[in-house]
């Protein structure tokens, strides 16, 4: 029974590509499935693990790429020490140039979340929440700040 299950298994593995690549064409599952004589949920199943498989060795392909960026920046970076502690004012502009883009690689630049307060800046402003008179007013107020 086991020699049955590993030949299944070996059988859609190899057809994992097959089905990928005739999806890329425009084929439905179900043509898929005649194609290849198995059931509509069996080639649909197999077409969720191949892009499963796929998604995963991208992430891990996307995490190398910014490793071996990482590491570039990095060495840049070390080579201008010299220059950087002289006072170079071109190579101070292109290590902090380096460092942004470290930041962002590493997501140290990652945006603060702002949330809207009131003009004084004590609440919370929550436009929902005012009474048509209070937006009315509010309105008032910031047109007759946009017209000075």
């Not at 990482?70 to 101070?92: C, H, N, P």
């Not at 609440?123 to 009315?136: F, I, K, L, W």
Request: no cysteine.
């Amino acid at each position: 029974m086991a020699s049955k299950r590993q030949s299944d298994k070996a059988t859609a593995a190899a057809l994992r590509p097959q089905i990928i690549d005739m999806r890329r064409q425009g084929f439905s599952i179900r043509q898929i499935a005649q194609h290849i004589g198995k059931s509509v949920g069996w080639v649909h199943k197999q077409e969720t693990l191949a892009l499963d498989e796929l998604a995963s060795e991208t992430l891990t392909e996307t995490e190398k790429y910014r490793a071996l960026q990482l590491a570039r920046y990095e060495d840049m970076f070390l080579r201008l020490q010299t220059k950087v502690k002289s006072g170079d004012g071109k190579a101070i502009e292109t290590a902090r140039r380096i460092l942004d883009s470290i930041n962002r690689l590493t997501g140290a630049e990652a945006p603060a979340k702002v949330a809207p307060t009131t003009p004084d800046g004590k609440q919370q402003y929550d436009p929902a929440s005012m009474t048509p008179e209070e937006r009315r007013a509010r309105i008032a107020e910031l047109m007759g700040k946009v017209g000075k």
